[in-house]
């Protein structure tokens, strides 16, 4: 079975600091995604990458920044928190390239606090 | 653009009662289709999908068929169970260059009483 683990379930920080969330993958997939989750909006899209080093941004980047180093490792940085990016973030990954047909395997989300 | 449009909820069934969640899209191009659900406390998972219009996606008695027509992708399910009790997401899924992206809706919160 596919594996996708988060880093923390639940985090707190305060506004200004840097936070890393961490997510790691263990099916060699090529394309790992970080979502963050409010009520009523679903699931929007930050970043994705579809392959070590390799970025996009998504629907609603700013304020966060990301790194791939190693293929089966997706972080997300938020550079200087703020209470709007208080949110459930949920990091995804999927194999194959593009075709339209590709399943995202979901970790379990790290529910974000800022004060 | 590309959009998903579910409808609201929260939707309250009885057990053993019939579940629609209706779920409608529009994209540019072919989309392939899914439905992903989230129990409490839990990432997301793939329920069903269907990757070309007619299809018909099913899964631990839920279905849902591609209309292109009407550009839908209902979810159907003939008797619930306390168990199904979630968060739905429809949400589509377009060829990209380099990786598929997916759209998703709103969600609609099910919540089944015994």
């Known amino acids: 079975d596919v594996k996708v683990t988060q880093s923390s379930r639940y985090l707190v920080k305060r506004t200004g600091e840097k936070v890393f969330l961490e997510c790691v993958q263990d099916?060699?997939?090529?394309?790992m995604f970080w979502y963050r989750q409010d009520p009523g909006l679903g699931l929007r899209l930050i970043y994705f990458?579809?392959?070590?080093?390799?970025?996009e941004k998504g629907d609603i980047p700013e304020g966060y920044s990301v790194s791939r180093e190693k293929k089966e490792r997706f972080s997300l940085i938020l550079e200087s928190a703020s209470t709007n990016q208080t949110s459930m973030y949920l990091c995804?990954?999927?194999?194959?390239?593009?075709?339209?047909?590709?399943?995202?395997?979901f970790g379990p989300g790290t529910r974000l606090t800022v004060t | 653009g590309n959009s998903v449009t579910q409808m609201e909820g929260p939707v309250t069934l009885s057990e053993e009662a019939f579940l629609t969640i209706n779920c409608t899209y529009t994209?540019?191009?072919?989309?392939?289709l899914f439905w992903y659900v989230q129990y409490p406390g839990e990432g997301l998972q793939l329920l069903l999908k269907?990757?070309?219009?007619?299809d018909k996606g099913s899964n631990k008695g839920f279905e849902a068929t591609y209309r292109k027509e009407t550009t839908s992708f209902h979810l159907e399910k003939g008797s619930v169970q306390v168990s199904d009790s979630a968060v739905y997401f429809c949400?589509?899924?377009?060829?990209?260059?380099?990786?598929?992206?997916?759209?998703f809706g709103s969600g609609t919160r099910l919540s089944i009483r015994p």
């Open positions: 269907a990757t070309k219009a007619d």
């Open positions: 994209a540019t191009g072919y989309p392939s």
């Open positions: 099916m060699d997939h090529e394309n």
């Open positions: 949400a589509l899924s377009l060829p990209y260059s380099s990786a598929s992206k997916i759209i």
């Open positions: 990458s579809y392959d070590v080093k390799m970025k």
């Open positions: 995804a990954s999927s194999s194959g390239t593009g075709s339209g047909f590709d399943e995202q395997y």
